[in-house]
Structure formats: structure tokens, C-alpha cells
């Protein structure tokens, strides 16, 4: 073990620049994979809250200014309701009001008030769905009390193709980046073995083991996938930083984003099985 470990240093040291280089590949890699996965994660927590914001509004029908709570019980007996909120005109044309930046313009020559009183329906996260929202919609229509029913079927969209597309394109992203990294620390190792052809043979004639011939080079791939993993964390920390403290007060939605501390152990935990596995299918080739 102790002639493994000095050949391996000795090794990293003599072609350092190769070794740099595939080092410095590999955290680049790594990086820009853990963004990916960050950005996955914050998509996805966004998914989360974004059903809870999702309602289906309905209409009542003109003169009902007084809290039906008649309706309110029959609309809270739909599946996959959550809540409803009664909305009176007069709450809605002060929510009209607060929602305009210069309402004055718009409603200053508005005579009386045209807003219909509105139930707002908080729907369940299993049930924000295309079809589970139209069938919602649509028992909601078939009451007498009620004039219209209507959600915002853009945002349901968006919600769906989010939820089925984020975790789809970033676990490509990192299954792509994965494989080219460990292509790079492969190929570093298949070279470093052509540069000790000479000696590999002397080691064979002398009898050596395939493990004490190929352990040194396992040693090189895990120090320089693990010093890459090491580097990519570092490469990660500013960046989030930067996010909070440089960006984030023009981009707020930077600044909201979270790190899962899991990426801590996991990044130099990644670059140590990259470097390992890409040097493991290099030493691979040695015949015996």
C-alpha cells in the first residue's frame, strides 16, 4: 500500500499539468452538473407551493351581495376542494383597487360597481390537474346560483409541462455531463498508462500482481476526482453566494433560490466514484 501510494504521488506530481488539466475538466464538469441539479431542485420546490396558489373562481349571479352559505357548504362537498372564500363585489372592486397602480385613471369614471360577487375555490394539490380541474369547473357551473366559472388554464399548463419536463431534462443534463467526465478521467489514465508501458512490463516480468500493478493508478483517479469534487464545491459556494449578495437584490428570484446541504458530502463523494470508475475502466486494458 505504501509503494502505491508514494508511486501515485510521485505520478501526480511528474505529469501535474496533465493531471491539472484533467482535474480542473472534471470540477467543470461537476459544476456545472450540481447546477443543474440545483436548479432541478428549485423548480421543483417552486411546483410545490404552486398548486397551493392555483383557484377556480365562480361567479355568482347578480343581486347575491350576502354570504350564500348554503352554496358555500354544496361547493365545499365537491371532491378536491380545500377551501372557499366568499368574495363580495365591494371586496373585489377594493381588491380591483389595490391590485391598479394608478386606479384613479382606470375606474376614477366608473359609475356603481360592475363586479359580480365571486366564491373563490382552493383546490386540493392532487386535484390542480387538466382534467380534475374541468370536471371541478364544471359541477361548479351547474348550480342555479352561478353565473360563470373560470381559472386561469395558461398557469394550469405551465404548472403541468413544469412538472413534467424539469426533472426530465435535468436528470439528462447530468446523465450527459456524468458520462463526459468520466470519458476525461478515462482517457487522462489510459494515457498516463502509455507513458508507463515501459514500466508496467518490467513489473510484469518481476511478477507483480494486476493489484499492485493497477493500484497506484486507482489512487491518481481518486485523488483527482476528489480534489475536482472538492473544487467544484468551492466553485458552487461562490457562486450561490454571489447569487444572494451581488445578484439577488436585482433578481430576487436568485436570491430565494436553496441549496440542499446534501450537495456538501455529495460533490466530492461524485468526483471520488468518477475519478475511481474512469481510472478502474483504463487499468482495464492491462493484460496479463
Not at 144 to 158: F, G, I, K, N
Not at 232 to 241: D, I, K, V
Not at 255 to 275: K, S
Amino acid at each position: 500500500m505504501s509503494y502505491a501510494l508514494n508511486t501515485a504521488l510521485s505520478g501526480l506530481w511528474r505529469e501535474k499539468w496533465v493531471n491539472f488539466l484533467c482535474t480542473f475538466t472534471i470540477a467543470a464538469g461537476l459544476l456545472i452538473m450540481s447546477m443543474a441539479l440545483l436548479a432541478v431542485f428549485n423548480v421543483q420546490k417552486v411546483m410545490e407551493r404552486m398548486p397551493d396558489r392555483f383557484s377556480v373562481l365562480v361567479f355568482l349571479k347578480d343581486g347575491m351581495n350576502e354570504r350564500p352559505d348554503t352554496l358555500i357548504k354544496k361547493m365545499q362537498a365537491l371532491e378536491g376542494i380545500k377551501s372557499v372564500r366568499f368574495i363580495s363585489s365591494q371586496e373585489a372592486l377594493k381588491e380591483l383597487r389595490a391590485a391598479l397602480e394608478d386606479p384613479d385613471l382606470v375606474l376614477g369614471e366608473l359609475e356603481g360597481n360592475p363586479l359580480p360577487s365571486s366564491l373563490e375555490l382552493r383546490l386540493e394539490r392532487d386535484a390542480v390537474a387538466d382534467q380534475s380541474v374541468r370536471l371541478i369547473a364544471q359541477k361548479a357551473g351547474e348550480f342555479e346560483e352561478v353565473d360563470d366559472v373560470h381559472y386561469a388554464s395558461s398557469v394550469l399548463r405551465v404548472i403541468q409541462s413544469l412538472q413534467l419536463y424539469a426533472k426530465g431534462a435535468g436528470l439528462a443534463i447530468i446523465i450527459i455531463l456524468g458520462i463526459a467526465v468520466l470519458f476525461v478521467s478515462y482517457s487522462t489514465v489510459k494515457l498516463l498508462l502509455y507513458r508507463k508501458q515501459d514500466e508496467i512490463d518490467t513489473l510484469k516480468y518481476l511478477g507483480a500482481t494486476k493489484g499492485f500493478i493497477r493500484a497506484p493508478f486507482l489512487l491518481e483517479g481518486a485523488f483527482m476526482g476528489t480534489l475536482a469534487g472538492m473544487m467544484a464545491l468551492a466553485g458552487l459556494g461562490l457562486l450561490y453566494a454571489t447569487m444572494h449578495m451581488e445578484i439577488g437584490s436585482s433578481l430576487p428570484i436568485l436570491a430565494a433560490m436553496e441549496a440542499p446541504l446534501a450537495l456538501l458530502p455529495a460533490l466530492p463523494a461524485a468526483g471520488l466514484a468518477i475519478g475511481v470508475t474512469g481510472a478502474h475502466m483504463a487499468v482495464g486494458k492491462i493484460r496479463f
